[in-house]
């Protein structure tokens, strides 16, 4: 899953460089603004997705009778953080 994340983000990476040469390029604001949008969702996706594994990570340790390492309330918050 965080393997997922890692793609996402690297994708991301490259389409932000992408943007940067654009707008240093002077290419139209509509054919910018549509990449920025792109690497945002690719960023939100990214960020969901690690979220998504922590949850299964606490989720496990609570099966195994571990003590989860963060609480409902932090994963809450980190979720309600990408929205």
Known sequence: MLGDAMTRLRRAHGQLGGVIAMIEAGEDCR????QL???SKALDR???????SGLRHCQAAQERGEAAPMS????????LSLA
């Open 46 to 52: 990214a960020g969901f997705r690690i979220v998504a």
């Open 31 to 34: 054919k910018v603004l549509t």
């Open 37 to 39: 949008a792109a690497v």
């Open 72 to 79: 409902d309330e932090e994963l809450e918050k980190l979720f």
